[in-house]
């Protein structure tokens, strides 16, 4: 038996998905940029599928540019951004401390070119604050990036406030909208965002391909040079099935929304209350303002990978941070931005669902966890420090 | 391929010596929980420096757990100079290996040993040398 | 009816490959990066195909990166090189007229940023000289970056020597090789390369992925930057079935590839005796060095695309030029850089064969080509000019 | 979404008006082989300045043979003066459009008849307005 509760790193393709894919990939095996039928058939279906897609956030079709994945939409966005901005002399960007290190570390690389990062602080519950994003506007700042909703707590930022200061400012505005494409909505114009990222495989849709949403009039610059593919902004050969496939599960998404929304949040809130009995836990982020689906949760005195495969041994797929710093020995640089003490940073625990979890899941994984909380803590010597309320260090 | 050995999985699902010894002959901790990783080992000693028993406590991740279970294991009816000859390579080996990034949980158990001992002397008033921990 | 006959484009997906991404895509859907056994399970298959991949090239697992195609391939690869040099003040690179735009356009790139670049003459029988690489090589050359097989013509290059004069005057040394792996013998050592660039859709394996090998000592640096996948060199979450799915290609590629290579230069000769009856009509380069199913003809007083068309009408699938610059119009720069006259150039053809196709579908093209050129050509007020000893400008 | 309208398909598998005319009483020719199409165009005008026929011969791309059979059906039966007035607007709407990059085919099909037409007035001694092209 497999309980998979960790649809923030990647979820199951859907059947419509996987459908969609399986025509191309068996007959319409075509390459867009050919003249002949079997090309102009794979270029048709992908241009449906950029309308799709598109309408999905409120888009024109032109402005949707098809990616390798969110990473690349990330850093594509960002170097443009920045490479314009500093054409004219503007070479200071604004972030947050807790964006996905596809933008943190695309800012790194910028820093060492000689750009200024400001982060802002998102706070004990993992919530930036518009006030310091138009406080830290100033004259040479290139672009604003700010994500849509945290990958590791689910908080979801007040995107549509921070577009607007933005748009007031005259600062290109970005997005990685990664976790919140799919699950919750969307739109490029109430976010006033001039880019936005999306990643397919976070929404039942294929790995492998992501788009980068930009709004006609930024200038796009290309990370991949080559071919005329993307009107001149990405090169490369079509994954085509994955376009295609991409659309589908996230037009089947955003039909669904509503109902989804609904019915994940029960789960997730079940997970909530069901472990507020374990002393010394608690939930990381805004229960408010959070995706459906993700739930981060620190149990003190345990430490969080032991939790996770004990948990696997049960057949429960979750997380403990984010899936990319995994063989990181540092704790999440998501939870530590929020405050959290390094020590209890340890022992958390990410679970994210879908529509695709049930009820009866849900108490398998709460009946799980009070049964490996305990024992983890039992052979834990820092537990025993806690218990005889000495300073843990 | 996987992450771990079998033998680490082994050693974590199932770890042996888990627990406590009341008024123990020896008890070192080394660690600390900034960097997720705290081991403790007891140890059990008679009159003619054998390790009668040994548990360990531990707050770590899967191959912290295991390198414990693993260092325990190997010096368990062991004299007190052999165990100071655990190295944390040993315990490694024994497990089949630990990935990179998790060596340091096989230094952590050779130092918590090593911390065990050193107490031990220290409680029962025995000389050793600094360098080998030995007993003189 | 469909003659499929323009595999230098793109491919069919092998059932092999398709049968080995299935799995993936219904059941197997973790991430890489997850410590979970779904996670750690999609681990080792990607492992696997590394490794898999790594034997058909004559590479070690770790000196293989997986990348989005062959354009992200010679991009990073490019550009790694480059300012590694630029670093030591090195920047000079050397490539060849022909090469694909995916290297070219990144040349065209790393000019602007300063860099210069010697491009090495192809001669009228599209091989480079392997004495204009030794003699362009300077003091300050960071990179030769020279194609093994052209993609247009299908003539294949002088690899190892060029190989050879890189490594003994200690300059890094790219080949793109998309065109050639899984057709031809390609390994890393016998060609000398530090870098060499894959695309899996050109082999029947899957569209969206492609490799980067890179030798070990050889620094790469990251074009997506982000997650720690690919030991650090290329985030974003692994698209693991179209790994899976290019190793399998491959490997069934290279079992076959004796075979395949004298069943489908037989089918290419075929094309070639075929057409010799037809005036003014010539082969461009070379039949001895030539990539087994690649065959490029001029045929003067008529165009390209009309000629393409009309075979298009035939359910033949072809080229003319290669397909990334259709929509463009100048004739391609690989005739062009061969010497080809511009007005015979738009007149070019390109068939590109594969084991999937039969003699009896040649011989259907080669009918059709009987008839469509005499009618194009009948049409022509160029033909009518060649006709009466005329000069064509 | 195709590459080509239905409309351009058809006048290119099927282009209507092709061919030479012998003894014509204008040819027009424009375009170079360097740039990928050339459109030649040969007149037959009757007494009243009607074009009784037309005939095109082209070098080109499916736009550039479909622009041409177009342009030829559309000035066929015409006066003169209407000829002349065909813009290569006219031509491309016909075709229910034409890719952004191939629209100079069509402006070529209007030049080839305009060349023609001046050739024709040239021929025949015919007083025109250099100009509107049209006749005095
Ligand atoms: C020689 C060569 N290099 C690079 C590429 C780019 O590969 P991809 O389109 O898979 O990115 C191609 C094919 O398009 C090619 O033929
Ligand atoms: C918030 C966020 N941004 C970016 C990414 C990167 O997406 P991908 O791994 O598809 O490149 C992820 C997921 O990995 C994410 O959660």
């Known amino acids: 038996m497999t309980i998979y509760a960790d649809n923030a790193a990647t979820t199951r393709l859907s059947e419509t998905a996987l459908n969609a894919m399986l025509d191309l990939m068996k007959d319409n095996y075509g390459n ?43 850093n594509q966005a960002i170097l443009s951004a920045a490479y314009y901005g500093a054409e004219r002399g503007k070479k200071h960007i604004i972030s ?40 830290a506007i100033r004259e040479d700042t290139a672009l604003v990036t700010i994500m849509t909703a945290n990958n590791e707590v689910g908080t979801i930022q007040p995107i ?14 970005h997005t990685d909208s990664v976790q919140a494409v799919g699950h919750i909505p969307v739109d490029v114009n109430t976010f006033n965002c001039d880019m936005l990222s999306i990643s397919s495989h976070k929404f039942n849709g294929p790995k492998g391909v992501g788009v ?13 040079n080559g071919g005329a593919q993307e009107r001149n902004k990405r090169a490369g050969t079509e994954y085509t099935y994955g376009i295609v496939g991409m659309a589908a599960a996230l037009k089947e998404a955003v039909k669904e929304m509503d109902e989804s929304i609904k019915y994940v949040s029960a789960l997730r809130d079940r997970i909530i209350d069901g472990v507020g009995d374990i002393e010394r836990s608690f939930v990381n982020g805004d229960r408010e303002h959070s995706l459906p689906g993700t739930v981060n949760m620190c149990f003190e005195g345990i430490e969080g990978e032991s939790l996770l495969l004990l948990l696997d041994g049960d057949g429960i797929c979750a997380s403990s941070g984010s ?28 679970l994210s669902l879908n529509s695709y ?23 834990s010597p820092v537990w025993e420090k806690i218990q005889k309320g000495e300073v843990v260090e | 391929m996987a992450l771990y050995s079998e033998k680490v999985m082994e050693h974590f699902t199932n770890p042996q010596n888990v627990g406590k010894i009341e008024n123990a002959d020896g008890v070192g901790e080394v660690g600390n929980a900034r960097c997720g990783d705290i081991m403790k080992i007891y140890l059990k000693v008679n009159d003619e420096g054998i390790i009668e028993d040994v548990k360990f406590n531990t707050f770590g991740c899967a191959s ?6 693993m260092a325990t294991c190997l010096i368990k009816g062991k004299h007190i100079n052999d165990a100071v000859e655990l190295s944390n390579k040993a315990v490694v080996e024994a497990l089949d290996g630990l990935p990179a990034v998790k060596i340091h949980c096989s230094v952590l158990a050779e130092e918590a040993i090593k911390d065990a001992v050193k107490d031990y002397y220290e409680r029962s008033g025995i000389a050793y040398d600094p360098v080998t921990l030995k007993m003189k």
Do not use: W
């Open chain 1, 323 to 350: 899936a990319c710093t995994s063989g990181s020995l540092d704790p999440s640089h998501v939870l530590l931005s929020m405050g959290v003490p390094v020590e209890i940073a340890h022992g958390s625990l990410r």
């Open chain 1, 96 to 135: 947050s401390k807790f964006e996905h290190h596809a933008v943190l570390h695309t800012l790194d690389k910028l820093k060492k070119e000689g750009f200024e990062v400001t982060l802002v602080d998102v706070y004990k519950n993992g919530i930036v604050k518009p006030e310091d994003i138009a406080s």
């Open chain 1, 32 to 74: 867009p940029s050919s003249l002949h039928h079997k090309g102009q058939r794979a270029k048709e279906l992908v241009e449906e599928a950029r309308e799709d897609i598109a309408n999905c956030i409120g888009a024109k079709p032109n402005e949707i540019y098809f990616t390798s994945g969110g990473s690349e939409a990330d």
């Open chain 2, 64 to 69: 912290a757990i295991a390198s414990s279970s």
């Open chain 1, 160 to 173: 549509e406030e921070i577009g607007k200061i933005c748009k007031e400012k005259g600062v290109i505005f």
């Open chain 1, 212 to 224: 980068l949403y930009c709004r006609k009039g930024t200038v796009l610059t290309p990370l991949i």
């Open chain 1, 357 to 379: 979890n049930t009820e009866e899941e849900i108490d398998i994984i709460l009946s799980s966890i009070h049964r490996i909380v305990p024992y983890l803590r039992s052979i």
